[in-house]
């Protein structure tokens, strides 16, 4: 059965520190990877979506990599902003099923003026 | 285009009431779902459709029904609340084919069972 492990829980930052957040899997079957963030009493916004053939994506500040074969994904931040203080979630689609996204708990944000 | 919808935003059920979540999307979506997140857990899957008529269970289906006769509406029911149920609902939409299937989240309901 895939895990999905999110580590460290919680994460606080001065302002301006680049944000490295980590994510693993057990199971390399997968046919993508998408990172979430979550603002507090909110629904999740999807920020990332890696394919499972791609090593790399960035959208702004942001880059997440990932490398299968190890079951790792990272999400960085560059120059974080009191504004990026947030839950960021990562999820795993399985190869065989459409949409069925197994979640890690979640790394807890706080980025401080 | 609102995007994906729920209501209610908040519920408190007595243990033993029935009541259904209602979840909405207007961008034409196949693949709809339902989620719960609890504290310290990541979302678990409860039920999910990949177009009108058709729906199959997740992760945690237990004490949840749903049906999906339109595309755009597929509503969560609880037939007899436990108070093991008390979590945060969310409903997610996404394309059924093609190259991506980035899922959009609704706001979420948080349901209180007594």
């Known amino acids: 059965k895939q895990e999905v492990t999110q580590i460290p829980a919680a994460l606080s930052v001065p302002e301006g520190e680049n944000l490295v957040l980590n994510c693993s899997f057990t199971d390399s079957a997968i046919y993508n990877l998408q990172w979430f963030r979550q603002d507090p009493g909110k629904g999740l916004t999807s920020l990332l979506l890696?394919?499972?053939?791609?090593r790399e994506q960035t959208s702004g500040r942001l880059n997440a990599s990932l490398d299968k074969s190890s079951g790792r994904s990272t999400l960085y931040i560059a120059a974080s902003q009191p504004g990026d203080s947030a839950t960021y979630l990562c999820a795993v689609r399985p190869t065989d099923s459409w949409g069925k996204l197994q979640f890690g708990a979640g790394t807890q944000v706080v980025v401080t003026p | 285009n609102a995007g994906v919808t729920q209501t209610p935003k908040f519920q408190v059920l007595k243990t033993g009431q029935s009541m259904t979540l209602q979840c909405a999307q207007d961008m034409n979506h196949e693949y709809m779902s339902w989620y719960r997140q609890d504290p310290g857990m990541g979302l678990r899957l409860i039920h999910y459709s990949v177009g009108a008529g058709i729906t199959d269970q997740g992760e945690v289906p237990n004490g949840y029904n749903v049906s999906r006769s339109t595309t755009e509406d597929f509503p969560l029911r609880l037939l007899s609340a436990a108070p093991s149920q008390t979590s945060v609902y969310f409903c997610?939409?996404?394309?059924?084919?093609?190259?991506?299937?980035?899922?959009?989240f609704g706001p979420g309901t948080r349901l209180t069972v007594l």
């Open positions: 997610a939409s996404s394309y059924a084919s093609g190259s991506t299937d980035t899922q959009y």
């Open positions: 890696i394919q499972s053939s791609q």
